[in-house]
T-cell receptor, first 110, second 113 residues
Framework: RKEVEQDPGPFNVPEGATVAFNCTYSNSASQSFFWYRQDCRKEPKLLMSVYSSGNEDGRFTAQLNRASQYISLLIRDSKLSDSATYLCVVKRGQGGKLIFGQGTELSVKP | DVKVTQSSRYLVKRTGEKVFLECVQDMDHENMFWYRQDPGLGLRLIYFSYDVKMKEKGDIPEGYSVSREKKERFSLILESASTNQTSMYLC????????????FGSGTRLTVV
């Protein structure tokens, strides 16, 4: 079983839709949690950190449930420019090794 | 902005060659990492380093070694390149605390023929 598992993709949604990505992690020693975004043929870039209290950044809302070891990302009012692969990431260990999920591809259509 | 620079964007090497991939960061980060990314397998950690001259094996270190002689530079070495090492290689750096994310370089697409 992979340490970080994400919804299989791809997600194909119309502009303006709300889309949710889910992720589970297996190592309870994980310390920090993130969502990264990766555009085609580009490097991953940090989208947002995820906190137990939940956090929002514009149209993006991230949630963490430590008891269930579950992370989510909600995107409201999807834009064409949101099309990318979204990577669920957990961090553990001294200095913090990042463990990546396989990613979920999102395609927003006009 | 933190900048992580990888020396080559595309590289083609022959089987058996010794290959050096260079990574430099300009923000005095303690931690540096090398990943490879393959379709269907995601990003996998090869080696990482928490300080100068320190190195630790990641999940797939076989066939690779690393060097960190200076804080800002982390080199990945393929001792004898093989075709199954054809991949996208991504370098990243971060501050020491666990709560910080990484900054990635733009990647090196290595093809071994």
């Amino acid at each position: 079983r992979k340490e970080v598992e994400q919804d299989p993709g791809p997600f194909n949604v119309p502009e303006g839709a709300t889309v949710a990505f889910n992720c589970t992690y297996s190592n309870s020693a994980s310390q920090s949690f993130f969502w990264y975004r990766q555009d085609c043929r580009k490097e991953p870039k940090l989208l947002m950190s995820v906190y137990s209290s939940g956090n929002e950044d514009g149209r993006f809302t991230a949630q963490l449930n430590r008891a269930s070891q579950y992370i989510s990302l909600l995107i409201r009012d999807s834009k064409l420019s949101d099309s990318a692969t979204y990577l669920c990431v957990v961090k553990r260990g001294q200095g913090g090794k990042l463990i990546f999920g396989q990613g979920t591809e999102l395609s927003v259509k006009p | 902005d933190v900048k992580v620079t990888q020396s080559s964007r595309y590289l083609v090497k022959r089987t058996g060659e010794k290959v050096f991939l260079e990574c430099v960061q300009d923000m005095d980060h303690e931690n540096m990492f090398w990943y490879r990314q393959d379709p269907g397998l995601g990003l996998r950690l090869i080696y990482f380093s928490y300080d100068v001259k320190m190195k630790e094996k990641g999940d797939i270190p076989e066939g690779y070694s690393v060097s960190r002689e200076k804080k800002e530079r982390f080199s990945l070495i393929l001792e004898s390149a093989s075709t199954n090492q054809t991949s996208m290689y991504l370098c990243a750096s971060s501050r020491g605390q666990a709560s910080y994310g990484y900054t990635f370089g733009s990647g090196t697409r290595l093809t071994v023929v």
